[in-house]
């Protein structure tokens, strides 16, 4: 089993009215290390748990399905979430066999129903030989979907 890097590099200037400092550039650049048989090991869909807009039409309970995409059982076991938002948070195996499911479950509290928030909650995930941690955005209040783009009057006329 071979490796391969994948090097980055980032840059932001701040240009600012002061005269003694002028503008800054800063300049970012690092090289990660990831074994060649790096892969997905599991599939959250959807992956942004939104609780959609406050007002009439609540959401007080959202569903999503965890996939287990590797050949090994996987223990699933929740490690963080804000208990001040969320009446339940559950899941509905403790470890999901290789190509199946596992569905987690958020009821939100009764005083959380007309409050606009974004949290998240964090997961462990362990294999036979891995370990590892996702983080799920949770979301109420927010838009999900990117805006959509309405034509401009001249494109219209065209």
């Known amino acids: 089993m071979g490796q391969h890097s994948s090097e980055t590099h980032k840059s932001a200037r701040v240009s600012t009215n002061d005269t003694t400092t002028g503008d800054l ?8 290390w990831l074994p060649s048989d790096t892969s997905v090991m599991l599939e959250v869909e959807p992956r942004i748990l939104d609780f959609g807009p406050v007002g009439k039409k609540r959401k ?11 050949s090994e059982v996987m223990e699933l076991t929740l490690l963080d979430s804000p208990p001040e938002f969320f009446q339940e948070v559950k899941l509905s195996k403790d470890e999901i ?62």
């Open 25 to 32: 550039s800063i300049s970012f650049s690092g090289k990660g």
């Open 97 to 158: 066999k290789p190509n199946k499911t596992a569905k987690l479950k958020i009821r939100l509290k009764r005083e959380m129903e007309d409050q606009r928030f974004q949290k998240s909650i964090t997961l462990e995930i362990k294999g036979k030989n891995t370990t590892y941690r996702i983080t799920l955005p949770i979301q109420k209040g927010f838009e999900s979907a990117v805006a959509e783009k309405k034509p401009s009057e001249s494109e219209q006329k065209k």
């Open 60 to 70: 007080v309970e959202i569903e999503t399905e965890i996939k287990n995409l590797t």
